[in-house]
């Protein structure tokens, strides 16, 4: 089993920068692709950043050129660096990792394991 945790949320004001980290308990499927999500209350959880274990990546169209998703191999630690936040980034963000995709993988029914999430307020 992998635990997912999710760090560094918090309130910040429009057009900051945030760095959003998620620690791996275990280095099990760490050769497989992992993402980062978010859902804002009322509303499906948003596919943003796929990363495989050679370092390619993919966005979403709502934070591609303003984001920036790396993996630390070592440490077993994924990030999300976001910059010019909107109150519309304002959200529960995730951490996750497949078991089954080592290719970019972009819809929540590719990962298995979950963070608990991290609350990012993005204030006008």
């Known amino acids: 089993q992998v635990q997912l945790v999710e760090s560094g949320g918090g309130l910040v004001q429009a057009g900051d920068s945030l760095r959003l980290s998620c620690a791996a308990s275990a280095r099990t499927y760490i050769t497989y692709a992992m993402g980062w999500f978010r859902q804002a209350p009322g509303e499906e959880r948003e596919f943003l950043a796929t990363?495989?274990?050679?370092?390619?990546?993919d966005y979403a169209e709502s934070v591609r050129g303003r984001s920036t998703i790396s993996r630390d191999r070592g440490s077993n630690t994924l990030y999300l660096q976001m910059s010019n936040l909107k109150p519309e980034d304002t959200a529960v963000y995730y951490c996750?990792?497949?078991?089954?995709?080592?290719?970019?993988?972009?819809?929540?029914?590719?990962?298995?394991?979950w963070g608990r999430g991290t609350q990012v307020t993005v204030s006008s």
């Open positions: 996750a990792l497949s078991r089954t995709y080592y290719g970019l993988s972009t819809d929540v029914r590719m990962y298995d394991y």
């Open positions: 990363i495989t274990w050679s370092g390619n990546t």
